[in-house]
């Protein structure tokens, strides 16, 4: 075992994960292993505890306690990547040039691995290098059963750039959905907090998060603001609609949590929609039933960004997966009748 070291983050390793910057340290040592050090406290940064998530800044130090040498640890040898996999994952290229991957992650696949999740892009993106020495790093994530465009950079410093922009808000996404009902005012923003909910139920309840009225954000323990702009493109009846989004904070489930409280849950979702939610009057819970698909109808439509190294802005969009792509067959929309900016007049 090594002993207790303290190292001081260096000029060019600022603004990333403290996993990642450790892993690279030491490559032995288990995502796990840096978790449970995290949760106990033996990990900390600038004598302050932390998560395997936070992220550090140049001059910070960092305690590392005692950690086996490489030869006493046993890892897992990494999974291959299998040729169904690689031929999936190549085939989800929607753009890339030297520095950056845009992806249409398909619906039902992980952004990253978990506990139960051993196929993911994360893993995956060893098929992506494409001539490179280096793995392409997430610099986002979409839920599992999102569908749309993912970005990946081809570098660490690439990966710093589009991160720092994703945080600073200056990129833009826009979704797509169908949801129930149909949302009225046509166009407009909600501005619901968003707080974990406590337990770990059957139905998931220790991942699912809970929309708090402004008013009450300063009393409400954990809660994070949260911001989205939407408007209601097309609609059937009274039945459902189709709904763009852009989120301007990017919290957990934000959209998802956001549409059900007003009333208007996504199509298939459910884990906000089900089927004892209200909908403002319409009756309508988060399945439609005959022909739609039980899929969950959220899609990341497009992402606009000022590319990091060249300047240039860029815009990627990703077609509709299948089962979307089918619901909007069903009711005579196409793509090209939404317009080029949903939110022009919230501007």
Request: hydrophobic share 35%; glycine share 10%.
């Amino acid at each position: 075992m090594s002993r207790v070291q303290t190292i001081t983050v260096g000029p060019g390793d600022g603004d990333q994960r403290l996993d990642r910057w450790l892993k690279r340290l030491f490559p032995h040592v288990a995502q796990t292993r840096i978790e449970k050090m995290c949760r106990k406290g033996e990990l900390r940064v600038d004598g302050g505890r932390v998560k395997a998530s936070t992220r550090l800044e140049v001059g910070q130090s960092v305690r590392v306690p005692p950690l086996p040498e490489p030869g006493q640890v046993v890892s897992a040898p990494k999974p291959q990547v299998n040729d169904a996999d690689i031929k999936l994952i190549q085939s989800c290229v929607l753009w890339k040039d030297d520095h950056i991957i845009a992806l249409n992650k398909p619906p039902g696949l992980p952004t990253q691995g978990g506990s139960k999740q051993t196929r993911h892009v994360d893993g995956m993106a060893q098929a992506l290098t494409f001539g490179l020495e280096e793995k392409p790093r997430l610099v986002h994530r979409l839920d599992k059963d999102t569908s749309g465009v993912l970005l990946l950079a081809r570098s660490r410093a690439v990966a710093q750039g589009l991160t720092s922009a994703i945080r600073h808000k200056q990129t833009r996404k826009i979704y797509w959905a169908l949801v129930a009902g149909v949302p009225t005012p046509y166009l407009g923003e909600i501005r619901f907090g968003l707080v974990k909910a406590g337990g770990h139920g059957r139905q998931g309840e220790g991942e699912k998060m809970l929309a708090v009225h402004p008013r009450d954000m300063d009393q409400t323990p954990g809660a994070k603001r949260a911001h989205t702009l939407y408007a209601t493109l097309y609609r059937v009846a009274g039945r459902a609609s189709w709904v763009a989004m852009e989120p301007i904070t990017g919290r957990t489930h934000q959209l998802r949590a956001h549409m059900a409280e007003i009333g208007h849950p996504i199509v298939g979702d459910g884990k906000y929609g089900g089927s004892r939610q209200e909908n403002m009057g319409d009756g309508w819970g988060a399945q439609l039933g005959g022909i739609i698909s039980k899929k969950l109808h959220l899609h990341a439509r497009s992402m606009s960004f000022e590319h990091p190294v060249t300047g240039k802005s860029i815009t990627v969009t990703a077609p509709l997966p299948e089962h979307m792509a089918a619901s909007w067959e069903t009711f005579g929309w196409t793509p090209d009748l939404a317009a080029e900016d949903p939110f022009e007049d919230l501007q």
